[in-house]
């Protein structure tokens, strides 16, 4: 039940020790004018204290936590009749006591403080209603309102507080666990992929030929495998408000003929658009590869300026000719303006293409830094 389990079983502690101070007040108390109809309320608060306590180890649905005031409430208002009508004047205290504090606890733990205070101020009214408006007898039950209030707003907040601890720690684990898991399967892969590839390169550059080639492929998954080590788990990408970091992302693109540099501090962005940034810059790759060869340079540069997120890819290939890419478009060839084009301006980006015959192509991506709702 973890951190939350606590809680939740201090106040049924809680519910217990003010049901037994609530029965103590009623058998010493003796103002009360119909003392037999006190006891059947106490009947009542007794059963509803077991209720509680089984039916919130089991589920706590907000139905309950609603019937758990309504009946509290009922209690609360019986007081009145159990009281007499000179209650309020002799300064007695409802049958209930402090067995209010049960719902208004629960509503904190589930909602936090917003929710326990709105139950506090519910509570409360009724309390000052059955009481009356009696000036020279408001202070004490102000006081239990006031404190109620009080008691509702801290505990929902620290509630709060406690679970956001509770999975930021749970996370950590999770990602220390993967952490040890990747070094283990670093090691094996080290001592055997990677070994197997470095050999492939090497013996294909020494024999040349056809050979060669494969030794270069061998060459460029061992790059890729290496970083993709280097990386870490995907889970380290994202935090816990699900971000992802489009860096740790972009690095993955690193090859012998890819160079990837990106800020040291994460780049984030909500993992749908992230993964749209990302697939645009492979995009962007691909055509690299395909019309300046597999053996082409290619650059890749992130920056983040706060607002932005800017990432240039560059090559030093042939360059497109002036009015290619709107003869492509006609062709029905889309790769620039659907795969790229279309992914950024989705993500209420833009995008830059300045190239020229012999000098190379340079692509800039700009989209917005701060998490929006397109693309996620």
Same mark, same amino acid.
């Given at each position: 039940? *973890? ?7 201090a106040?049924?502690?809680y ?7 609530a029965?103590?007040? !009623? ?6 004018e ?11 608060m007794a059963v509803?204290t077991?209720a509680t ?11 309950l936590?609603v019937?758990?005031?309504?009946v ?5 208002l ?7 009508s000179e209650?309020? /004047? ?5 049958v209930?006591?402090t067995?209010v504090?049960?719902?208004?606890l629960a ?14 101020v519910?509570?409360?009214l ?9 000036e ?7 006081n239990g309102?006031?404190?109620?209030i ?5 505990v929902?907040?620290?509630a ?13 684990v999770e990602?220390?666990a993967?952490? +040890?898991e ?5 090691r094996?892969?080290h001592d ?5 590839l ?7 550059? %020494? ?5 060669? %080639?494969?030794?270069r ?10 970083e ?7 889970t380290?990408?994202?935090d816990?408000?699900? !971000?992802v970091d ?6 993955r ?7 990837v540099s ?5 780049l984030?962005?909500p993992a749908?658009?992230a ?13 690299? /590869?395909?019309h300046?060869?597999?053996?082409a ?7 983040h300026?706060g ?8 090559d030093?290939g ?7 890419l ?5 062709e029905?060839r ?8 279309? +992914? ?13 015959? *012999?000098?190379?192509t340079e ?6 830094a /701060?998490p929006?709702?397109v693309g996620?």
């Amino acid at each position: 039940m *973890g951190i939350e389990g606590s809680f939740w079983r201090a106040i049924a502690v809680y519910r217990v020790a003010s049901l037994g101070y609530a029965a103590l007040l !009623l058998a010493t108390s003796g103002g009360y004018e119909r003392p037999v109809a006190g006891w059947l309320v106490l009947g009542v608060m007794a059963v509803w204290t077991a209720a509680t306590t089984v039916a919130y180890s089991v589920r706590r649905s907000r139905a309950l936590l609603v019937v758990d005031v309504l009946v509290t409430l009922g209690c609360l208002l019986a007081s009145a009749y159990v009281q007499g009508s000179e209650a309020g /004047r002799a300064g007695l205290m409802p049958v209930t006591a402090t067995w209010v504090g049960g719902p208004v606890l629960a509503w904190a733990v589930h909602g936090g403080r917003r929710a326990g205070t709105v139950t506090a101020v519910v509570l409360s009214l009724a309390d000052l209603w059955i009481r009356g408006l009696d000036e020279s007898i408001l202070s004490v039950p102000i006081n239990g309102a006031v404190l109620l209030i009080l008691a509702g707003a801290v505990v929902g907040h620290v509630a709060r507080l406690t679970k956001q601890a509770e999975e930021r720690l749970q996370r950590a684990v999770e990602i220390e666990a993967a952490n +040890r898991e990747r070094e283990r399967l670093a090691r094996g892969i080290h001592d055997s992929v990677l070994q197997v590839l470095a050999l492939v390169q090497r013996r294909g550059q %020494e024999i040349g030929g056809e050979a060669a %080639e494969l030794g270069r492929l061998a060459g460029e998954q061992e790059a890729a495998v290496r970083e993709l080590i280097r990386s870490g788990p995907a889970t380290a990408e994202q935090d816990s408000a699900g !971000l992802v970091d489009v860096g740790a992302r972009l690095r993955r693109f690193t090859t012998p003929a890819v160079t990837v540099s990106a800020p040291a501090t994460p780049l984030p962005l909500p993992a749908g658009q992230a993964r749209e940034l990302v697939a645009a810059v492979g995009a962007a790759l691909d055509n690299v /590869r395909r019309h300046c060869g597999e053996n082409a340079r290619a650059w890749v540069l992130a920056e983040h300026d706060g607002d932005l997120i800017t990432i240039t890819v560059r090559d030093e290939g042939p360059g497109i000719p002036a009015g290619r890419l709107q003869e492509a478009e006609a062709e029905g060839r889309l790769g620039i303006a659907q795969s790229i084009k279309g +992914r950024i301006t989705g993500l209420g980006g833009t995008v830059t293409l300045t190239s020229a015959p *012999g000098e190379g192509t340079e692509i800039e991506l700009v989209v917005p830094a /701060r998490p929006s709702t397109v693309g996620a």
